[in-house]
């Protein structure tokens, strides 16, 4: 029985399932996403009472992607696996590339930019 919205969780909401993908599709994903890019680096977000240990990929350019990997002991393989750098963002925070690439994304599409 629910009582103002307590109870099982709906399917698709926070905490129904560990991750929106299955590891198996985020880790290919990662691994794409190094594979076409330059100079990729990898920063580590610990994990929330919400999230699980995610991490950020950030190319050369600034472009990024986010996606839960599960450990800081997974990235940290994956990392080792590709042979890029690894950074914990609680200590080193993120690179402005990533801002900076952010911010112009957002302007283009303010103006209708491709």
């Known amino acids: 029985m629910r009582v103002f919205g307590w109870g099982r ?13 299955t590891y198996a599709e985020a880790l290919a994903y990662l691994d794409e996403f190094v594979a076409t890019r330059r100079g990729v680096e990898v920063y580590v977000e610990p994990a929330t009472v919400v999230v699980e240990t995610s991490v950020a990929l950030v190319a050369a350019d600034g472009e990024w992607t986010r996606r839960r990997i599960g450990s800081p002991k997974a990235a940290a393989a994956f990392a080792k696996r590709h042979s890029i750098p690894v950074y914990d963002t609680a ?6 590339r990533m801002r900076a690439w952010t911010a112009q994304q957002s302007a283009k599409r303010r103006t209708g930019q491709p």
């Open 9 to 21: 969780p709906r399917r698709g909401a926070v905490g129904w399932e560990s991750t929106r993908d």
């Open 91 to 96: 200590a080193v925070g993120y690179p402005p």
